[in-house]
């Protein structure tokens, strides 16, 4: 079985620590159709959300602010979203709180919390590293309690 985790960060201009908690309970996360590609992607971040599988997770961040929930997308992207203002939202599953509110310092990656990107995947080749430096610090999960070997 295949499995994707994504980095989804809701950027300390556009939220308040308030909007992420609102976002969570809400049960919706959000991203801008105006985000664009990393470096030399193909596709812009915001088309990436679009895209991405129902059934994929992702742990939300607050830029570096802090890491705030683990989820699993339930739905279709929703370009009409009630953030308006070109805002596209997604429905998810809650999995779990983080258990930390500290920033991230540990390696630099384009899916880390201490990178400036909106919605960037986990490459399939580095899934242990962020099963060590995010999974297990900051939800004490491990893909091991759920059947997946990294």
Do not use: C
Not at 12 to 27: A, G, K, N, V
Not at 86 to 105: E, K, V
């Amino acid at each position: 079985m295949e499995i994707t985790f994504w980095k989804l960060s809701q950027g300390t201009e556009q939220f308040s620590p308030r909007e992420i908690l609102e976002s969570i309970d809400r049960r919706l996360v959000f991203v801008h159709k105006d985000t664009r590609p990393k470096a030399t992607s193909s596709s812009s971040q915001a088309e990436d959300f679009i895209t991405a599988k129902i059934g994929d997770y992702f742990y939300l961040t607050h830029g570096n602010a802090g890491i705030y929930a683990l989820g699993q997308f339930t739905g279709p992207a929703n370009v009409f979203s009630t953030r308006g203002n070109g805002w596209l939202d997604r429905p998810f599953r809650f999995i779990r709180g983080s258990t930390t509110r500290d920033s991230y310092t540990g390696e630099h990656k384009w899916w880390s919390p201490n990178d400036n990107s909106t919605f960037m995947a986990v490459p399939d080749d580095e899934i242990a590293l962020f099963e060590k430096s995010i999974l297990i610090p900051h939800f004490e999960i491990s893909l091991k309690d759920f059947g997946f070997n990294p």
